[in-house]
């Protein structure tokens, strides 16, 4: 492995979340203080869906006929444009053109996630290094999370601008990545290759399909965080909701460092299981805080990020990408995130969407005890996850072994 290589997927990574985070991280407060908070839940419906149709396509045309740096950059470069030509749509108040392209938006985005993340695997030694990538991406996430805040942005349509112009940047540096060619190119393209069958076949193994029905599922935990948080946080009085949200990112960052140690101590069941349960804890502690705002509870709720992210999704791309052959690594990526940003994201947002309309219908400090009932509900669904998960994931856990490979003696997760 070049000494180079490392380096320049650490960037890709921090931008490619860098991005996200621009146009992602407080959508749900840009469109309540725009008056459209009655669309939040519907505007994350559409980005699940998106989520659906694109990445598991666009993963096998990784695999199978364009090489992977390529086919990212191009993505983050129409994007860009999408993306600029949102703020106009919010500003006028014209919420089905909004969705529409925030529906393109998804579509465009989504894949360059699993893409990310297949590109970082093919080029680094075993998985262990891959949780040193990804932190960079949690960096990319707090620092425009922390300049929007600054900045005053938080729920300002600027968030869409800057995003486009960063997507710009990251499109483009693409292009300059390790080529990452398509690892199945030359072989004859079957019907299955369209459907992509190969990566579906993973649903065979009877843990990994436990495994993705938890992740649909504690996406609800997930989703009424990333999209009423800042919502919430308003209500509470404070008003950089994206600054004050960097305390998750940072424990995020701490706890992505250690992944590998606990992985190596503990095993997969373990360590994603005890993310299931920090989502309980967190969902119960916001609940505490709507009627005792003390800041020391949201602050304890804030920094379990680390915890309930890169134990359970973080360490879920790991299990995944171990379970992958290599001629299928991008769709199972794909897949992964099809699953948990797709379907997941799809039925979480109807959801907690729902529970939201029905449930916070006041204002400001007036809802504070609405927002108390609001997060008993997610907190049931993690519990839920977590017996599931407890009592039929029956993988054993993976080890670090050392393994002689071609290109020498590498450490790699091995299943046991």
Known sequence: MKTTIVPRLLIMMFLQYFVQGAWNMTLGLVLSTSGLSSIIGTSYALLGIATILSPLFIGMVADRFIASQKIMGILHIVNACVLLAIPAQIQSGNATMFLVLLFIVGVLFYPTTGLSNSISFRHIHGAKTFPVIRVFGTFGFMVIGFLLG?????????????????????????FTLPNTPAAGKGKKFLIKDLLCLDALALFKDKNFTVFMGCTIFLMIPKTAYSAYVPVFLGALGFNNAATIMQIGIATEVIFMFLLSLFLFKFGFKKIILWGAITWVLRSLLFSFAAVDAGILVIVIALALQGICWDFFFTAGDIYVDNKADVTIKAQAQSLKFMISNGLGLLFASSVT???????VVDQGAAALKQWQQFWIYPAVVAAVVALVFFLFFKDKGMIFQKKNAEEGAVSELKAV
């Open 150 to 174: 600054q900045m005053g942005f938080s729920g300002s349509i600027m968030t869409f601008k800057i995003a486009a112009i960063s997507a710009i940047v990251l499109g483009i540096y693409c």
């Open 353 to 359: 969407g729902y529970i939201f309309n029905h449930t």
